[in-house]
Every structure is written in structure tokens, then in C-alpha cells.
């Protein structure tokens, strides 16, 4: 009898979820319909937020339509944008950004400004990335190697895992010929199984 009652109310429940939603297309719909026009719906943006307008919402509910509103907006605002290619500045990130935060938070460490703190995020970009000779330069790495002369804990039995199971994929990928670019890889990660071991 307690299953039957639960179908019941998670029926009921879904059939709700479904009124309210097709309630909120209404409004999301109405000021959409109006766009081009100098004349305002009378449900429109104004009736998400006026309770008198639209009383079977609650005020939480109206709030999560004004946000879905919103992102609908900017949804098509970026479409629009892409389908007449022109590229936000704003919406994509910086290519290196955080490569240059991280050479820089290592710098600030070597330097011992006193500005300089921990920071994980670029802690785990440095580990993550150590072994590219592209994101970290030459004369950054033993840099990068005294700083990870300090590793403890956790952070320094990953690193010696991972440094561990790299080095065997180099050694078999090695084997079938030698390649520059794994030549200098292997020679970071044995400095670095020989610093941490």
C-alpha cells in the first residue's frame, strides 16, 4: 500500500513540475513575443516579478523564471553572435593565463617575496605540467625542481606515482625509437624520481 502511494505522489509530482513549467514558458514567452514592438505585453518580464500578475508562483519559483529568463537571453545573444562571427573578448578565457600565474607564483617562491603564499591551484598546475617543455621553460624547471623539494604529504606521493608510471610509459614508448621531444621528457622525470625518492 506505501508503493501505491508513492507512485501516486511522484505522479502527481511530475504532473505539477510539468504545470509549472508549461505556466513558465507562458511567461518566459510573452515579453519574446513583443520584442520588435514599442507596445508592452501585459505578461511579460513584469509578471515574473509582480505577484498580483501571476499568483499561482510562489516568489522563489518567480526568481528561478527571471534567472532562466536571463540565461535564455544570453543563450541566444551568443548564438546570434557566433552565427554572425563575432567573438567575445569577455566570454573566453586567455590562452596561458594560467601558465603564466603558476611561472609567476613559482618566481614569487624563489624570489621569497614576502607578498608571495601557498596557492594549490597553482601547485597543481606546476605538478600537472612540470614535465612539458612548452608550458615550463628550461630555466624555470629546477626552479620548479627546489620547490618541489619541499613537497609533503599527499602532493608528494602522487608526484613520485605519477612520475613512476610516466616513466614506464616512456620506457616502452622509447623502445620502438628515439624521439627528441621523449628524450627530454625522460630526462625531467628521472630528476624528479631522484629528487622525491
Known sequence: MAKQKRKVTDVTGVKNKKLKKASAEKILRAPEATQGTQAAHPKGAAACRDPELSPELS????????????????????????????????GLPAEGAGAQRALDYLRGWAQKHETWRFQKTRQTWLLTHMYDSDKVPEEQFPTLLAYLEGLKGQARELTVQKAEALMQKLDEAGASGPDPLLLGKTQRVRQVLQLLS
Open 59 to 90: 516568489l522563489e519559483e518567480k526568481r528561478v523564471l527571471e534567472r532562466k529568463l536571463k540565461k535564455e537571453r544570453k543563450k541566444e545573444e551568443r548564438k546570434r553572435l557566433r552565427e554572425a562571427g563575432v567573438t567575445t573578448a569577455l
